[in-house]
């Protein structure tokens, strides 16, 4: 049974940085992983993905340049970086995984069958 844990998340004040992490249990595949986030009232959207060696990334223009995604294979844990939060970056932040490799579908929330339970992340002005 595969199980995604995040951790990280927390009040922080604009300017400030978070590391989020994603420890995967039950993965028995390397496939893309990424970063999800949303806010009250939004949709679910792409911050950050990964393909399953690190060789290839997609970041969300509103993040570029600020955010940093990178993964562990041997602990089977994402990383997100977040450097120079604002407050538009608050939302609850999701992890994902798919036994796929990079593809289409990587920036959709509906090319992840595995999903966290989520990490709130709030960033005051």
């Known amino acids: 049974q595969v199980q995604l844990v995040e951790s990280g998340g927390g009040l922080v004040q604009a300017g400030d940085s978070l590391r989020l992490s994603c420890a995967g249990s039950?993965?028995?595949?390397?496939?893309?992983r990424a970063w999800f986030r949303q806010a009250p009232g939004k949709e679910r959207d792409i911050v950050a993905a990964i393909n399953w060696n690190g060789g290839s990334f997609y970041y969300a223009d509103s993040v570029k340049g600020r955010f940093t995604i990178s993964r562990d294979n041997a602990k089977n844990t994402v990383y997100l970086q977040m450097n120079s939060l604002k407050p538009e970056d608050t939302a609850v932040y999701y992890c994902?995984?798919?036994?796929?490799?990079?593809?289409?579908?990587?920036?959709?929330?509906?090319?992840?069958?595995?999903w966290g339970q989520g990490t709130q992340v709030t960033v005051s002005s």
């Open positions: 039950g993965l028995t595949f390397l496939g893309a």
């Open positions: 994902a995984a798919t036994r796929r490799d990079w593809g289409t579908t990587a920036t959709m929330p509906g090319g992840y069958a595995y």
